[in-house]
């Protein structure tokens, strides 16, 4: 079927960068769009940023100029590079892939999710 396979992460300093990466593989015809959420503990799992097919992004307030998400769809491959990172943003880091894919004679478009990528940080 289809897998979402996110790396990237680790452990950082506040003020400091990671960048995270995410690739889709299996049967997928066409992704119409990617895209990054977190869910730090306690809390419930929210959007960080995603990119369209077409290269329209979208970010949430809580990163807007500190996070930036850029890709190459046709490649099935999504990147969030997150610089100035306070400890807030420690949490763990999720791909979502809005695609199109085919098996059992039938073709289907979902949302398919990776296994996450944990990011702390903490001095």
């Known amino acids: 079927q289809v897998q979402l396979v996110e790396s990237g992460g680790g452990w950082v300093q506040p003020g400091g960068s990671l960048r995270l990466s995410c690739r889709a593989s299996g049967r997928i015809l066409s992704i119409n769009g990617m895209g990054w959420y977190r869910k730090a503990p306690g809390k ?12 329209t992004t979208n970010y949430t307030n809580f990163v807007k100029g500190r996070f930036t998400i850029s890709g190459d769809l046709a490649k099935n491959t999504v990147y ?26 039938e073709i289907t478009r979902s949302y398919y999710w990776g296994r996450g990528t944990q990011v702390t940080v903490s001095s």
């Not at 419930?44 to 290269?55: C, D, K, N, P």
């Not at 969030?80 to 892939?97: E, G, H, R």
């Open 44 to 55: 419930q799992r929210e959007l960080v940023a995603t990119i369209t097919s077409g290269a």
């Open 80 to 105: 969030l590079q997150m610089d100035s990172l306070k400890p807030d943003d420690t949490a763990v880091y999720y791909c979502n892939a809005d695609l199109t894919s085919w098996g059992n004679h």
